[in-house]
């Protein structure tokens, strides 16, 4: 026994005696053979009031003046077993035992449940006590009290299952809880004591233990199977048992947990794995940040910190909970209320009850919403989801009446959940943010390429790679150069990561640095060659560089270590190969490259690729390549429609690891009707020709909306070009082809650059002008000098 001020010294047999619904004992403990008499074995089974010989007993009870009354406890013990008393009943009897007349502090308590259990009767030997009290004329009575109004409560609490029966640990904490409930046993000593029963008061545990085993002996060797272990020496077996059980459901939980590093499925997996063993109801939530894909939440959460409601799991009747707390929901928690109080010590908060009143004042937090029904009359364990000494989120669980409210053990298993729950999420979380960040990174480095350039249509695809990491060093791009012209560029850094998406990055921004310079597509190979190798020996790609002429129609490629692009020809629907010299690597070095030219015709498409698209691991490529080839030939009504049908039969093959990047080109050419050409000679009056020529070519065109500002802004290109030109002569061309795009070329290889021109400068207006103007412009150099152009938008013709 445990309590303040003076206790019974010594150990006392404590009987436990269960009752089921036929009125006959299914539990007799070791106490209750050494108080009564007869053994286990012929007691269970046997009506109660043959064990319990109580009839006349009862009429032959104690002077009152000595034990004092208790009616003010309950009935007497015969109501009591006799199923006549629905309220717990205590008091002192003499009864018949082995020994004689014995005199018997009892405690009676009515179970409720779905088991055959129906009472639990606790009794122990009034004169064992009284004899190993030290003070004379001590009076010591049984009683009832609350658990909480003793020093250490949760100990008791958490170490009444070892004075009850061999039972499951779900029953077990049913009948804990009816025992909590109704009251718990103590003993009232006249000096105003009151002692609390625990496991203590019983039998030496050493002796118990020893002849246990040796029944378990004598019953092995007779064949007849194993007693029951006695309730007072099964203190540490019930125990071990509570935590195994335990230790197998987080072990179940941490299997079904984390199979996945998606954010989402993993916060389903933690729902429900403890719905309905654990709990009738589980709540998750989540900060925004976490949510999101964003880095760790930084600071303390407060009253106005936001948890996203990411999932609910609950036993109860289909709708109840959404139109309440919908999942998706994103709410701050108010400061006074047990949420609150979880996510800011990032402890586990226990409300064993929650009362009419408490519902009340927890719901009266809550604005425009009645959550009273959701909680009240319920038990709560709200535990936080932690990493690092972070709170990301936190679970509230809900347990329904007729369950078992929580205790600390549940608290404590709670609380390990949700640890291990934590890491699972936060390992989920990072792998989340982490892919944000390399998806932004990714998408940063890849262009926005225009699906409509001068005398061609484009059509791209990218597909991240599939292993961890997902960001690769494979890119496209076009660059639009002068004459109408277009660069197209595939390129493939080898290796994956971060590593090798920086150095795509470099290589791709120096190929639109060097094409813009309309270098030969094999001197920008040179050139970007010679860069890598600059840069530092691991900088290893392949790429293929084309440059489409609409007028002249014709593609010059060259290669460097790339896959050959596929042509398929709009005439005959054929699609081939191009037989291409294939070259080193970039970043080789030591390797010539060489330029190849190829006539095409409109409608003819050009697929460039990476090997991502076309390689599999434990296949020849050629194989790939004929499906490259056979998937591009397929007729499609748009160019997005010729891209997913070349994805579909390459990219989704299994194993593909790599990741894809795919570029289309549909040339359609410029026809001669479509461009006017002239050449001035560099002299102040070819000015006013330049304009009157332009404005000819407009009309003839029907684009007159058009002719103020192309005159205005070729007059003051052709005067900037006849101004610095170095004697030879100044070439003006017009080109229609979606937009109407002129050009002027002079011999001198100095670009122009916009100037400030204050109110009394006479030069410096001209490049304001067309930047104002134009659509789009842009500067060149070319091999005999530069080139300065700017675009005009066609307006549509309104049928």
């Known amino acids: 026994m445990h309590g303040s001020g003076q206790a019974p010294q010594g150990r006392v047999p404590l009987a436990v005696v269960v009752v089921d619904q036929a009125g006959t004992v299914s539990h007799w403990s070791t106490g209750a053979r050494r108080l009564f008499g007869p053994p286990r074995e012929q007691a269970v089974g046997r009506p109660v009031a043959d064990l319990l010989p109580v009839g006349g007993a009862l009429r032959d009870e104690p002077d009152p003046a000595a034990y004092g009354a208790y009616d003010r406890i309950g009935g007497d013990l015969e109501r009591s077993l006799g199923g006549g008393s629905a309220y717990p ?35 122990a030997d009034a004169r064992a006590l009284a004899s190993a009290d030290e003070e004379e004329g001590e009076r010591i009575a049984p009683g009832f009290a609350l658990h909480t109004d003793f020093p250490g ?47 203590d008061w019983g039998v030496s545990r050493r002796a118990e233990r020893k002849a246990r085993r040796a029944e378990a002996a004598r019953a092995a060797a007779s064949g007849l199977p194993a007693p029951r272990q006695p309730l007072d020496d099964l203190a540490e077996d019930l125990e071990y048992t509570a935590v195994r059980e335990r230790l197998e459901f987080l072990n179940e ?33 989540l900060r925004e940040q976490v949510v999101a894909g964003e880095g760790f939440p930084d600071g303390a959460p407060d009253a106005t910190t936001l948890w996203h409601r990411v999932a609910l799991e609950h036993t109860d009747e289909p709708g109840r909970w959404d139109d309440v707390v919908p999942v998706g929901e994103s709410m701050p928690f108010p400061v006074h209320t047990p949420f609150f109080q979880c996510m800011t010590s990032g402890e586990p908060v226990l409300v064993p009850y929650i009362s009419q009143e408490m519902g009340d004042a927890i719901a009266s937090q809550f604005d425009k919403r009645d959550i009273r029904p959701l909680i009240t009359h319920r038990s709560m364990l709200v535990v936080p989801l932690k990493a690092r000494n972070v709170v990301l989120g936190f679970m509230i669980l809900l347990r329904h009446q007729e369950r078992p409210v929580f205790n600390d053990m549940d608290r404590v298993t709670g609380a390990e959940l949700a640890a291990r729950a934590g890491l699972v999420l936060d390992n989920a979380r990072m792998y989340t943010y982490q892919e944000s960040v390399a998806e932004t990174l990714q998408d940063s480095m ?76 094999a001197q920008l190979l040179r050139n970007l060659d010679d860069l890598a190798q600059r840069l530092g020996e691991h900088y290893l790609a392949t790429c293929l560089y084309a440059v489409y002429d609409p007028i002249a129609g014709e593609l010059r ?6 896959i050959p692009p596929v042509i398929v020809r709009a005439a005959d629907g054929r699609s081939e190969l191009l037989e291409l010299p294939t070259g080193a690597p970039i970043g080789v070095g030591g390797v010539p490259f060489e330029s190849v030219t190829i006539p095409v015709a409109p409608g003819d498409r050009l697929v460039m690729c990476t090997d991502g698209l076309v390689e599999v691991r434990g296949e020849d490529i050629g194989v790939g390549l004929a499906t490259l080839c056979e998937s591009a030939a397929h007729p499609a009504a748009s160019m997005d429609d010729a891209c997913d049908t070349i994805i579909r039969s390459l990219a989704t093959r299994g194993g593909r690891k790599d990741d894809v990047a795919l570029l289309m080109v549909r040339m359609s050419g410029i026809e001669g009707g479509d461009v006017a050409h002239w050449e001035l000679a560099p002299e102040p009056r070819e000015v006013p020709r330049a304009r009157a020529l332009v ?27 006849v101004r610095h030109a170095r004697g030879g002569p100044v070439q003006l061309r ?13 011999t001198e290889h100095t670009l122009p650059t916009l ?22 412009w842009g500067t060149s150099r070319t091999a005999t000098g530069k080139t300065v152009w700017f675009e005009l938008t066609v307006p549509r013709v309104r049928g």
């Open 695 to 721: 404005r000819r070519q407009l009309l003839d065109w029907g684009m007159v909306s058009l002719e103020y500002a192309a005159e205005l802004m070729v007059g003051e290109l052709v005067t900037n070009a």
């Open 253 to 285: 939980v941490s299997g079904r947990i984390g199979s996945s590093l998606d954010l989402s499925r993993t916060i389903v997996e933690v729902s429900r794995a403890v719905v309905p063993r654990f709990t009738d109801v589980a709540g998750t939530y």
């Open 153 to 199: 409560a949760e100990e008791l609490a958490r170490r009444l299952p070892e004075i009850l029966p061999s039972m499951s640990v779900g029953e077990s904490a049913r009948t804990v809880s009816q025992v909590l409930e109704l009251g718990y046993p103590v003993l009232e000593f006249s000096h105003h004591d009151r002692v609390p029963v625990t496991a």
């Open 89 to 123: 009943a205590a008091g002192r009897a003499r009864l018949d035992g082995r020994d004689g007349r014995i005199d018997v502090l009892w405690w009676a308590y009515p179970l409720v449940g779905p088991g055959p259990e129906r009472l639990l009767v606790l009794a």
């Open 446 to 521: 890849l262009p926005h390429i225009e699906p409509h350039m001068a005398g061609c249509d484009i059509a791209t695809r990218y597909l991240p790679g599939t292993l961890l990491g997902r960001v690769g060093g494979d890119w496209f791009d076009s660059v639009k150069l002068p004459g109408a012209r277009t660069a197209l560029v595939v390129g493939d850094v080898m290796g994956h990561g971060l590593n090798s998406a920086a150095m795509m990055g470099q290589l791709r921004t120096a190929v639109q640095t060097m094409a813009g310079l309309d270098l030969p597509p």
């Open 734 to 746: 017009l080109v229609r082809s979606g937009t109407l795009l002129c050009e002027v070329e002079d």
């Open 557 to 562: 490629l060259a290669n460097a270590g790339h």
């Open 755 to 776: 100037l400030s021109a204050g109110p009394g400068d006479e030069f410096g207006r001209g490049l304001r002008v067309v930047a104002r103007l134009a659509r789009e």
